[in-house]
């Protein structure tokens, strides 16, 4: 079965960076786009970054353009996200998601299967 595990989250301060990492399995990763999302306390999932199958196309909400930086390498099956000058509205957990296709979308709803999440605490 497909499973997708992020791994990379922890605490650090505000300016800091780290990199999220998901490791997928059960699927033909080539085939599918891979997006990024996140969820704060008694907040909505929102969207984050996605990328396009072959990694040609990205696209990034408005909030984390210019710090966040998402990519992909097919031959380990992993998607990546650079996060950098790292903010305290950026504390949340954060998911990986797949979409089998073409497109990218930040829709959650669409997306095919979800990684359990890990979380990402920014302190000030």
């Known amino acids: 079965q497909v499973q997708l595990v992020e791994s990379g989250g922890g605490l650090v301060q505000a300016g800091g960076s780290l990199r999220l990492s998901c490791a997928a399995s059960g699927l033909t990763f080539s085939t599918y786009a891979l997006g990024w999302f996140r969820q704060a306390p008694g907040k909505e999932r929102e969207f984050v970054a996605a990328?396009?199958?072959?990694?040609?196309?990205?696209y990034y909400t408005d909030s984390v353009k210019g710090r966040f930086a998402i990519s992909r390498d097919n031959a380990k099956n992993t998607v990546y996200l650079q996060m950098n000058s790292l903010k305290p509205e950026d504390t949340a957990v954060y998911y990986c998601a797949v979409l089998r296709g073409w497109r990218i979308v930040t829709t959650p709803d669409e997306y095919d299967y979800w990684g359990p999440g890990t979380q990402v605490t920014v302190s000030s």
């Open positions: 990328i396009s199958w072959n990694g040609e196309r990205t």
